[in-house]
């Protein structure tokens, strides 16, 4: 799982950047079981056109840069391509935009996507403190997180209890448990989920600075949860540093 | 390596001899006061190790030899504490590990605090310490206060500062101001201290040292812990998970300000100030969280007395004779997260049985105003034997008249003693229920001013069994 992983981290930061782009930080993120939907990452037109095929039509289509980290802000994400011909199309129109939101935007491909069916939507995250090291934290994600801020935090590694009372501590809990009659969302599949993230990043501490996946789509009790969409901040290691004689630059956002 | 641990921080708590470096006999000096302190205690028999003042100048302070220097000491000198300024801290530090002394309490502040030559002061000393395996506690600190051994380099003088009694409470903090005031406030709330540490700059001794040690300290049921800032968190967190498997922590943290939105990246780090980080460390640790140091101290007392008999769930029965005390109660219990517990069909029949009819039956029950201590009695007999019922809160009103105030506190007392359930009194009022409160703690119940911080102080004993359930 490390092994799979590290190849991936060491080929971004030899490419001098530190800030992984969504399709890298799912390889991360698959190397150690978290589940990521079926995309491939297509770097013409024709790869496009055979993983829509492959993956079957609706799609979603999103633009991979370097330099484009909110891709929503430069529309370089589409949603619900039905046709060959709406792909073809939209491949131009994706292109663009990029063009127009950063000209110097290093694109490395389009990621095909499946489109998935909406569910309770939650946000896992990473971050560093300089006194004890990595948090894990988890909240119910859109308003909940940018208006309310009702999230909740451990240091990692955590336990499965911890991984369980964090889910039922945030105010919104009831959401997930069934508010309203409605059916209780997959909790085992979040702290599945949860308990992942603490081992990636607990085997990886030494590479991983931040992360959020932002966000996550939990289904139905039994169901499970897919990881949406995916950002890892690295950090050289201070070995690498010292080793290379120079500080990587963040080249991107 | 709790062992190791007991063998280093003794002298600190429990001294053959001290040398007092920096004794003086001018009124009011730091050297002076905490001179004043060990004679003080030698005298009444606190203190039965030995005292060296240390002092190039002088031969005698109030009929002690004094010395003149750290190598002229007796060679049984165990513990030193050093009170001269800054400058000449670090060769006193390189005569004391000449010496073969392991065991440093540095008073004098106007190191790391005040900039680069004073970082640079602390290194050395911290050098010297590591290589000659010597524990340094400060510097800039008070110190320790250890009321059983005698042990007392607070330097505000006796005449200014009460000092609390001794009782099973460990108190740490990081601020000396704050612990010298704690100390004065816990005197005159009849709060027992057992031992106070306050480590000021701690280039050596920390938190995580102090729980290690209390974890094998019989004398101490709960530690308390004022916290600014922790160093080294993993091992914090290491420690904290080691002692609250034996015995409460509770901690009171200062700064919640948050400094995590700067500079980040991410959207995880731009909600992850440090005081939801300290929160995070608590809860997974077990230790409970204060809000102010009334909570830290409520808290505590509650540990004191009830560690031997935690609560086995949340739910929570109310015994009143007011009945707006008893509606405070209930509504404190659904803010703090605890359940009102539903009382047995037994329950509620035996109380029927037994209560006039204007006596309401329930949770909360309320004995009304012409109870006597009888009908008290009959409420707490079904309430703990309930087995819907976790933890009982009896809110006394000491007021009114037909209430003997001696029996109901001799069944207090008694029911606290014989029942698995924790008991938690509460009693508002003015100088007369204080009197009577006074009573009820020396017999085992602690009591709060009003029920609100009863059933505050019973949630965080709540919170730590769940902890100690699942750990």
Known sequence: ?253 | MGEKIVEELRPFFDPKAVALIGATNKRGKVGNVIFENFKRNRENGSFRGKLYPVNPKLDEIEGYRVYHSVEELPDDTDLAVIAIPAKFVPATMRDIAGKGIKAVIIITGGFGELGEEGKRMEREIYEIAKANGIRVIGPNCVGVYAPDTGVDTVFLPDEKMDRPKSGPIAFVSQSGAFAAAMLDWAAGEDIGIGKMVSYGNKIDVDDADLMDYFIHDDGINVVTFYIEGVKDGRKFIEAAKRITRVKPVVALKAGRTEYGAKAASSHTGSLAGQDVIYDAVFKQTGIIRADDFEHMFDLAKAFARLKGKLPKGDRIGIITDGGGAGVMASDAVARFGLKMAELSEESRRFLKEHFPPHAVVGNPTDVVGDTDAERYRLAIEAFVNDPNVDAVVVIVLFQVPLLEDEKIIDILADYQERSGKPIVAVAMGGRKTEHYAKMLEERGVPVYPTPERGVRALAGLVRYAEYLRKA
């Open chain 1, 1 to 253: 799982m490390k092994d799979e992983a590290l190849k991936v981290v060491e080929s971004v930061l030899a490419q001098g950047r530190t800030a992984m782009v969504e399709y890298e930080a799912k390889q991360v993120l698959r190397a150690y079981g978290l589940p990521v939907p079926n995309e491939k990452l297509a770097k013409t037109l024709d790869e496009a056109l055979k993983y829509a095929e492959e993956i079957g039509y609706p799609v979603a289509m999103k633009l991979m840069s370097p330099q484009i980290l909110h891709k929503s802000d430069a529309k370089v994400v589409l949603l619900n391509i039905k046709t060959p011909e709406e792909l073809r199309e939209k491949w131009g129109e994706i292109h663009e935009n990029a063009r127009k939101y950063r000209p110097d935007a290093e694109i490395l491909g389009v990621l095909i996507a499946p489109m998935l069916k909406p569910g309770r939507e939650v946000i896992i995250g990473v971050t560093e403190d300089p006194q004890f090291g990595h948090a894990l934290m988890f909240g119910l994600g859109g308003i909940f997180v940018e208006v309310l801020k009702d999230v909740t935090f451990r240091i990692i590694p955590i336990s499965e209890r911890d991984a369980e009372k964090m889910i039922r501590e945030i105010k919104g809990y009831p959401i997930l448990a069934g508010a309203r009659g409605e059916e209780p969302a997959d909790i085992d599949a979040i702290v599945e989920l949860l308990m992942k993230v603490s081992e990636l990043v607990d085997e990886l501490k030494d590479y991983i600075k931040e992360m959020d996946l932002n966000p996550v789509f939990v289904y139905e009790k039994g169901r499970g949860a897919v990881v949406v969409d995916a950002r890892i901040i690295l950090k050289v290691p201070e070995e690498r540093e010292r080793e290379i004689g120079q500080s990587y630059r963040e080249k991107c956002a």
